[in-house]
């Protein structure tokens, strides 16, 4: 399942050089990751109630082409891995108007106990859900 958001880049997201500052394509790749949960029928707000956080321990990002102030863009969110422990997802960020790559990356996130802090194993609840979405 790929899972595609809009959004529109806001005058803050952007640098003295009046382009995007990279920064903001991580904060991007959250707003895909979370929609992609929500797709597949997983809130973050579920997964910590029941005691389950989803941290990042790798990110990558290739940087194509600048965005600019008021660009429309697409967040692509694409699964591209999934463990009961992590899962991994690419990104492809677009501007809707010419349909240009911007900026293409990766993030793996790993399944963690919300007390403890140590990576542990997601329940079938989660798991089948995920798995599902990757089908």
């Known amino acids: 399942m790929v899972t595609q958001v809009n959004h529109r880049v806001n005058f803050y997201d952007t640098d003295a050089m009046a382009v995007v500052h990279h920064a903001n394509y991580i904060r991007w790749f959250e707003i895909g990751r979370v929609e992609f949960l929500r797709e597949a029928g997983i809130t973050l707000n579920e997964l910590m109630k ?42 492809r960020v677009l501007r809707v108007l010419d349909g240009t790559l911007l900026v293409q990356g990766h993030t793996q996130n790993v399944f963690t106990s919300r007390e403890t802090g140590m990576i542990t194993r997601l329940p079938a609840k989660y798991y089948e859900k995920l798995k599902a979405a990757l089908d």
């Open 50 to 91: 029941d005691g389950f956080v989803f941290p990042i321990t790798e990110v990558s990002a290739k940087y194509v082409s600048p965005a600019r102030f008021d660009d429309e863009l697409i967040i692509e969110t694409i699964p591209t891995a999934l463990t009961k422990v992590k899962m991994a997802f690419d990104y």
